[in-house]
T-cell receptor, first 115, second 112 residues
Framework: EAEVAQSPRYKITEKSQAVAFWCDPISGHATLYWYRQILGQGPELLVQ????????DSQLPKDRFSAERLKGVDSTLKIQPAELGDSAMYLC?????????????FGPGTRLTVL | KNQVEQSPQSLIILEGKNCTLQ??????????LRWYKQDTGRGPVSLTIMTFSENTKSNGRYTATLDADTKQSSLHITASQLSDSASYIC???????????WGAGTKLIIKP
């Protein structure tokens, strides 16, 4: 069964360092999402791609976060510099197409700890 | 303001018992509502999706109900199993093309 792949699964870094997360969506899925989830809360959308284009990055802290999906397939989310408040689970999801009727399939996530 | 509130925040029940989780939303307009199950340290997995015209949807031992008039939904779990231990998140979409509004989830613990 096809799955969304994410790496690394765990990342520990010191504040002010740079970190990067990678996501490989299910083959054929045009829409890719990056979420941040703080313990005890629901996921918060950071950025949404349709193919290689960003369609929603309104909640992305653009002073330190960046995301790209250059060839419309896999994607990278970067934080530079990391801050203590960035400690969270970073989830990647993909769906066949845009629209809330399309089920989002999630990867296992990357647990980030900033010291 | 579009909001999704879930109750209880956490719940502990014995294996084999039934339970019901609640979701109240103030999202308007309304397109659809989805329940996700999230195991600890994993990504969410969709259980059910309901549109305005649907008032019940089942997936095995999971049954979701929707009352669009009172803006309430519930997720009923029958004959709970240890593997049901997880967080259950209610997600509402105001529009078919709109960003999803996520609840904070209910943490369910099943004890043997």
């Amino acid at each position: 069964e096809a799955e969304v792949a994410q790496s690394p699964r765990y990342k520990i870094t010191e504040k002010s360092q740079a970190v990067a997360f990678w996501c490989d969506p299910i083959s054929g899925h045009a829409t890719l999402y990056w979420y941040r989830q703080i313990l005890g809360q629901g996921p918060e959308l950071l950025v949404q791609f349709q193919d290689e284009s960003v369609v929603d990055d309104s909640q992305l802290p653009k002073d330190r976060f960046s995301a790209e999906r250059l060839k419309g397939v896999d994607s990278t989310l970067k934080i530079q510099p990391a801050e203590l408040g960035d400690s969270a689970m970073y989830l990647c999801a993909s769906s066949l197409d845009r629209g809330s009727y399309n089920e989002q399939f999630f990867g296992p996530g990357t647990r980030l700890t900033v010291l | 303001k579009n909001q999704v509130e879930q109750s209880p925040q956490s719940l502990i029940i014995l294996e084999g018992k039934n339970c019901t989780l609640q979701c109240n939303y103030t999202v308007s307009p309304f397109s659809n509502l989805r329940w996700y199950k999230q195991d600890t340290g994993r990504g969410p997995v969709s259980l059910t999706i309901m549109t305005f015209s649907e008032n019940t949807k089942s997936n095995g031992r999971y049954t979701a109900t929707l009352d669009a008039d009172t803006k309430q939904s519930s997720l009923h779990i029958t004959a709970s199993q240890l593997s049901d231990s997880a967080s259950y998140i209610c997600v509402v979409s105001p529009d078919s093309n709109y960003q999803l509004i996520w609840g904070a989830g209910t943490k369910l613990i099943i004890k043997p």
